[in-house]
T-cell receptor, first 112, second 114 residues
Framework: KNQVEQSPQSLIILEGKNCTLQ??????????LRWYKQDTGRGPVSLTI?????NTKSNGRYTATLDADTKQSSLHITASQLSDSASYIC???????????FGSGTKLNVKP | NAGVTQTPKFQVLKTGQSMTLQCAQD?????MYWYRQDPGMGLRLIYY???????DKGEVPNGYNVSRLNKREFSLRLESAAPSQTSVYFC?????????????FGSGTRLTVV
């Protein structure tokens, strides 16, 4: 069964601290994996995309990793800011099937 | 600004009422999607349209109908609303299906059925 699981469900950290969000998937065959940020009351916005051959990709303070062998991805946020408070959603695309599989998200709360 | 526009942003319906959620994109994308988002369940695909003139069921199509009016517009209709359809609805578009371009999402419609 094609699934995407994210952990933790929710996370509270202090401003300035780092954190790592996890995404495990069973989707096959794999095409790509995206991390989205969804602010409260808004639609998700793409942060980064990882393809099969990519291990690490950074977008400012966000760094995504992908291990295609173990089917795991992580999103690392460095020096968190209050504006990082949002839900982070992992989406895996199944190759050639026009199918996208969504994780249920990690809700991050950055406190001052 | 380029993007996906959804209307309305909020709606309250009585059980049994009907309504249509509107979605339009101005990015010349081929594919459009309707998702619902419920707490703890992530985004679930209701219907999608891979290209103008085609529509297909997603994961949770029961109780909904869609119309791909033209390349820009993709509407979602609830014929007889039920409390189980209380949710936040997102429209999205993408250039292709399984390519690497990803989605662009609208800002959502918060629907409450009482």
């Amino acid at each position: 069964k094609n699934q995407v699981e994210q952990s933790p469900q929710s996370l509270i950290i202090l401003e300035g601290k780092n954190c790592t969000l996890q995404c495990n998937y069973t989707v096959s065959p794999f095409s790509n994996l995206r991390w989205y940020k969804q602010d409260t009351g808004r639609g998700p916005v793409s942060l980064t995309i990882m393809t099969f051959s990519e291990n690490t990709k950074s977008n400012g303070r966000y760094t995504a990793t992908l291990d295609a062998d173990t089917k795991q991805s992580s999103l690392h946020i460095t020096a968190s800011q209050l504006s990082d408070s949002a839900s982070y959603i992992c989406v895996v695309t199944r190759y050639n099937f026009n199918k996208f599989y969504f994780g249920s998200g990690t809700k991050l709360n950055v406190k001052p | 600004n380029a993007g996906v526009t959804q209307t309305p942003k909020f709606q309250v319906l009585k059980t049994g009422q009907s309504m249509t959620l509107q979605c339009a994109q101005d990015m010349n994308h081929n594919s459009m999607y309707w998702y619902r988002q419920d707490p703890g369940m992530g985004l679930r695909l209701i219907y999608y349209s891979a290209s103008e003139g085609t529509t297909d069921k997603g994961e949770v199509p029961n109780g909904y109908n869609v119309s791909r009016l033209n390349k820009r517009e993709f509407s979602l209709r609830l014929e007889s609303a039920a409390p189980s359809q209380t949710s936040v609805y997102f429209c999205a578009s993408s250039h292709g299906g399984s390519g690497g371009d990803g989605y662009t999402f609208g800002s959502g419609t918060r629907l409450t059925v009482v």
